[in-house]
Nanobody
Framework: VQLQASGGGLVQAGGSLRLSCAASGRTFSMYAMGWFRQAPGKEREFVASISWGSGNTNYADSVKGRFTISRDNAKNTVYLQMNSLKPEDTAVYYC????????????????????WGQGTLVTVSS
């Protein structure tokens, strides 16, 4: 599966952005999806993930209550709605996918994902 992330940009602290990740392929519905981010000089970290069937979601503590991950299987797209953005949210955001038979699987580990998009830059100014 190929992934294309978009929606990044420059926003003031307290603002919102919605990232999108479009996936190719006919079996998108069988992929758990995740968002990760990497700030300058830091390692890539987990942000959020969503199962392919049950709607289960998983969030990093740093974004819980501010970010919402969702997916539209008919459009082969996963979204990350980011509200109340903070300067520390500044990073390149990557979407990722992993094929799974598990209806509920919401992986947090980078190594759990086989497919990655190219990244989209989010910059939050103070």
């Amino acid at each position: 599966v190929q992934l294309q992330a978009s929606g990044g940009g420059l926003v003031q602290a307290g603002g919102s952005l919605r990232l999108s990740c479009a996936a190719s392929g006919r079996t998108f519905s069988m992929y758990a999806m995740g968002w990760f981010r990497q700030a300058p000089g830091k390692e890539r970290e987990f942000v959020a993930s969503i199962s392919w069937g049950s709607g289960n979601t998983n969030y990093a503590d740093s974004v819980k209550g501010r970010f919402t991950i969702s997916r539209d299987n008919a459009k082969n797209t996963v979204y990350l709605q980011m509200n109340s953005l903070k300067p520390e949210d500044t990073a390149v955001y990557y979407c990722a996918a992993t094929r799974t038979d598990s209806y509920y699987y919401t992986p947090r580990n980078i190594d759990s994902y086989a497919y990655w998009g190219q990244g989209t830059l989010v910059t939050v100014s103070s």
